[in-house]
């Protein structure tokens, strides 16, 4: 079975810019979570998406935002990028987002450079 | 609000020698707790979890709710244990959607 994967793995944008970054949960799964990983503030919740609804969301900013499809590929955007956006974008994916007995399984990241 | 701590940014020990990775909570919820695992060059992914009370590897974790803490053991180190270590929290109710809050990780070292 093919992992979540995400695209693109690496990118660089300069302040003010937007961004989008996508990801492809593993077959099946139907929830989508972002986080953020930065060296200070670790592991960070950005969003939830189930069935193309936000179940729940983190502490950011409105220039954080996401979506889901109905195949349940997930994009997050990222509007008038700032310096501290810099990070390691992580999208996992679960059958339910609840964790009792489900698994959240990873991708490998976006890594996402702001100049 | 919720919040898990790991105290040590870098353990080390040598192969053979018993290993505890230390997790501390705070949580007005019911929680549940969890180990992740990320290897070098690898993804993040689950070590185990409280609930189903397993041992994954050798490495076991008990969930010491009056003292708030999660540690993950191990009694005999292997150097391909050396990874850095999560420890994530949710709610046990499931109404934590999609979210499970971090720790800062702990980067295990296991010298030969």
């Known amino acids: 079975k093919a992992g979540v994967t995400q695209t693109p793995r690496y990118l660089i944008k300069t302040r003010g810019q937007q961004v989008t970054l996508s990801c492809s949960p593993i077959s099946g799964h139907r929830s989508v979570s972002w986080y953020q990983q930065t060296p200070g503030q670790g592991l960070q919740f950005l969003f939830e998406y189930f069935s193309e609804t936000q179940r729940n969301k983190g502490n950011f900013p409105g220039r954080f935002s996401g979506r889901q499809f109905s195949n349940s590929r997930s994009e997050m955007n990222v509007s008038t990028l700032e310096l501290g956006d810099s990070a390691l974008y992580l999208c996992?994916?679960?059958?339910?987002?609840?964790?009792?007995?489900?698994?959240?399984?990873f991708g490998p990241g976006t890594r996402l450079t702001v100049l | 609000a919720q919040r898990v701590t790991q105290p040590e940014k870098l353990l080390s020990v040598f192969k053979g020698a018993p290993v505890e990775l230390k997790c501390n909570y705070s949580y007005s919820g019911s929680p549940e707790l969890f180990w992740y695992v990320q290897y070098s060059r690898q993804r993040l992914q689950l070590l185990l979890r409280?609930?189903s009370r397993e041992s994954i590897k050798g490495f076991t974790a008990d969930l010491n709710k009056g003292e708030t803490s999660f540690h993950l053991k191990k009694p005999f180190a292997q150097e391909e244990d050396s990874a850095m270590y999560y420890c994530?929290?949710?709610?046990?109710?499931?109404?934590?959607?999609?979210?499970?809050?971090f720790g800062q990780g702990t980067i295990l070292t296991v010298h030969p």
């Open positions: 409280h609930i």
């Open positions: 996992a994916s679960s059958l339910s987002g609840q964790f009792l007995t489900d698994t959240q399984y």
């Open positions: 994530a929290l949710t709610n046990a109710g499931g109404t934590s959607y999609g979210k499970l809050t």
